[in-house]
């Protein structure tokens, strides 16, 4: 196991790519504090199903949207778990439309979970992890943050401005051996994409060379191995995982 005594929160740990990151994590040793917004039955599943195969986890309701709830929520969890080495800020959401009649609220609603949320996880949780000289922090960036796409413009860039957030979090923790990546998705079938009509999966396959979407699994295991020592020279990168479609 690649990350026992690790302690990895994953923030959106109830569904889609979030609870496929916790499941690995916990399968690879880690203590799992597994968040969610509001879907606690689906984050105590996830829970369960770490604790039947042997290992650790927790589930800890806060809207990353919510900077006082998540301050408070965090600080609680470090007051009792003294330490998070491992922190997933995968919590997510899209509201898409257009952008001449896209609204500043459903603007803001996006901001705030998407990029907001994890600059405010990652200050809630640096301070130990500088002590320590020790810490993983991945955000889920996106292809879209990438390339782009219509329809998406606040999601795009919500999710391009993560890979900012982590290039600067990446120079600036370097020196106490925090490192700070981002993984972007392509592709992924969960319940965020399973809204798409079918005339718009197969545009969206047609831009995949491997031809197929991506597993929620898939994910998890980029995430294992920027969580883990196996990635120990590594920061301050984005690690695309998307069949191809932003090369
Ligand atoms: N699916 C894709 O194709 C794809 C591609 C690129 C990037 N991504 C990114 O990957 C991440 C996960 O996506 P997904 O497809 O797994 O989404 P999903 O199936 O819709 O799951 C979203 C997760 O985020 C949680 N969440 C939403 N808003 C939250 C908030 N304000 N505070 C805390 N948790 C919140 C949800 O919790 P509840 O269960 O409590 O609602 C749920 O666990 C997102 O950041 C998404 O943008 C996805």
Not at 133 to 161: D, E, F, T, W
Not at 213 to 237: C, K, M, N, P
Request: proline share 2%; charged share 20%; with cysteine.
């Amino acid at each position: 196991m690649i990350l026992q005594n690790e302690i990895a929160l994953v923030t959106g740990g109830s569904r889609g790519i979030g609870r496929a990151c916790a499941l690995a994590l916990g399968r690879e040793g880690a203590e799992v504090i597994v968040n969610y917004n509001s879907n606690a039955a689906k984050a105590e599943e996830v829970c369960h199903e770490i604790v039947k195969a042997g290992g650790k986890a927790t589930a800890v309701a806060f809207d990353v949207g919510n900077v006082e709830a998540t301050q408070t929520a965090i600080e609680a969890l470090l007051k009792e778990k003294k330490r998070i080495s491992v922190v997933v800020n995968n919590a997510g959401i899209a509201k898409d439309g257009l952008l001449m009649r896209y609204s500043s609220e459903d603007w803001d609603a996006v901001m705030n979970t998407n990029l907001r949320g994890a600059f405010i996880v990652s200050q809630a949780v640096v301070r130990p992890m500088m002590k320590e000289r020790k810490g993983s922090i991945i955000h889920m960036s996106s292809v879209v943050g990438l390339i782009g796409n219509p329809g998406q413009a606040a999601y795009c860039a919500a999710k391009a401005g993560l890979l900012g957030l982590m290039k600067s979090m990446a120079r600036e923790l370097a020196g106490r051996n925090i490192r700070v990546n981002a993984i972007a998705p392509g592709f992924i079938e969960t319940d965020m994409t399973a809204t798409l009509t079918p005339e718009q999966k197969e545009m969206m396959l047609k831009q995949v060379p491997l031809g197929r979407t991506g597993t929620a699994e898939e994910i998890a295991d980029a995430v294992l191995f920027l969580a883990s020592d196996r990635s120990r020279y590594i920061t301050g990168q984005v690690i695309s995982v998307d069949g191809g479609m932003s090369m």
